[in-house]
């Protein structure tokens, strides 16, 4: 069973997708659910604390906006443990908003540095292209260490 991150990682047909297939999806949703389960945040709405964007300065320079370090220091810890990656390019927004430009385009560079399995999809069109998406979905996660394969 391999640690699979997903971009978008809000998405929750991603998430799911991996872990039918056997794998661990390393998504947003958990991560902020251990951060808002954790004793002591004192704004549950905006669920993240002052020391978040520091912590993201592991990812981000100190030039770069508070929301994009902020963003890293939830996505980060993702990426230090992914073994392989899936990211679906021009997403519909009901399929997995992120949000930030700035904090995708760091993403993308830290998933190809890191040199990691990456699955590049494009969203499907259509009926037709949805099947060969979840199927391309599959194979990939079959390939990867624990898969079906």
């Given at each position: ?20 297939f056997g794998h661990t999806p390393l998504s ?122």
């Amino acid at each position: 069973m391999a640690n699979v991150f997903i971009f978008p990682t809000t998405s929750l047909i991603l998430s799911d997708l991996v872990a039918r297939f056997g794998h661990t999806p390393l998504s947003a949703a958990m991560q902020i659910r251990e951060i808002v389960q954790t004793p002591g945040l004192e704004s549950p709405p905006l669920q993240i604390t002052p020391e978040d964007p520091k912590k993201g300065l592991r990812w981000a320079a100190v030039e770069v906006p508070a929301g994009v370090r902020g963003r890293m220091s939830l996505y980060g810890p993702l990426l230090d443990r992914a073994e392989a990656a899936i990211i679906v390019n021009n997403a519909d927004f009901s399929f997995g908003c992120m949000g930030c430009a700035r904090t995708n385009e760091l993403l993308m560079f830290l998933i190809r540095k890191k040199g990691i399995p990456v699955l590049d999809l494009e969203y499907p069109a259509n009926e037709e292209e949805g099947v060969e998406f979840v199927a391309a979905i599959k194979r990939f996660l079959d390939s990867l260490p624990g898969g079906r394969a």
